[in-house]
């Protein structure tokens, strides 16, 4: 069965390759139409930063202060979604996106637009995907280095992060896949494939989770 160091074919294909598959870069995760009331919503973050390996070998930089603003009024709710959009301009480790979540569940929470709160939604499940991503390639840096118990609590870290972000938004093809992954890196094979197969059904041109999937049925036969 599949584990973290077992996987030999190649590596443009292989079931650890969740951050660098060229297919996802040319996704746009948030196709939302803007809301009527208020001025276009900018537009969304895509995944085409990848998570860099300096910031992970350097270890989590220190959590900047969150100010949580009021948003009782129409203009102080279009400031706010505008100012967290772009901050997923400049987002590229986990301590910001963190920061993200924290911002986009404070404006899920207040009393805002139907339309304001479905792209703030969609918004942290972009985040908590990032951020689940950066947890999964710290964890194989761990299991490169030998360090198999760590490791195994990154993943896990990981496998809860995509949980989540699927959970806030079922749609996003590239959540469902990298679950998929760490289900399968836990042995969950069949929770796996399920996922693969939604996979395919949201974005059939994804090849990993096509040869993920064959993968798997043939390690089950």
């Known amino acids: 069965m599949p584990h973290r160091n077992s996987w030999t074919l190649p590596a443009a294909l292989t079931l650890l390759t969740i951050l660098s598959a060229p297919?996802?870069?040319?996704?746009?995760?948030?196709?939302?139409?803007?809301?009527?009331?208020?001025?276009?919503?900018?537009?969304?973050?895509?995944?085409?930063?990848?998570?860099?390996a300096t910031a992970l070998q350097e270890g989590p930089r220190e959590a900047k202060p969150i100010d949580l603003p009021a948003l009782d009024t129409p203009e102080q709710q279009k400031e706010f979604v505008t100012s967290v959009f772009a901050m997923t301009k400049t987002a590229s480790a986990r301590e910001d996106y963190e920061q993200l979540i924290t911002l986009c569940e404070h404006g899920m929470q207040a009393n805002m637009s139907d339309a304001y709160a479905e792209y703030l939604t969609k918004l942290a499940g972009w985040s908590y995907n990032r951020r689940g991503e950066s947890k999964a390639e710290q964890a194989t840096v761990l299991a490169r280095q030998g360090k198999?118990?760590?490791?195994?609590?990154?993943?896990?870290?990981a496998l809860a992060d995509f949980e989540t972000a699927v959970k806030l938004d079922p749609t996003r093809w590239k959540s469902v896949h990298n679950r998929g992954v760490s289900l399968a890196l836990v042995g969950e094979y069949e929770q796996a494939l399920r996922d693969f197969s939604k996979t395919i059904e949201l974005q059939p041109g994804y090849s990993n989770a096509w040869f993920n999937r064959a993968e798997i049925r043939y390690e089950l036969e």
């Open 148 to 157: 198999v118990d760590e490791a195994s609590k990154w993943d896990a870290q």
């Open 23 to 52: 297919a996802w870069s040319q996704e746009n995760p948030l196709r939302l139409t803007p809301p009527r009331e208020a001025s276009p919503v900018p537009r969304q973050p895509t995944d085409a930063q990848d998570v860099p």
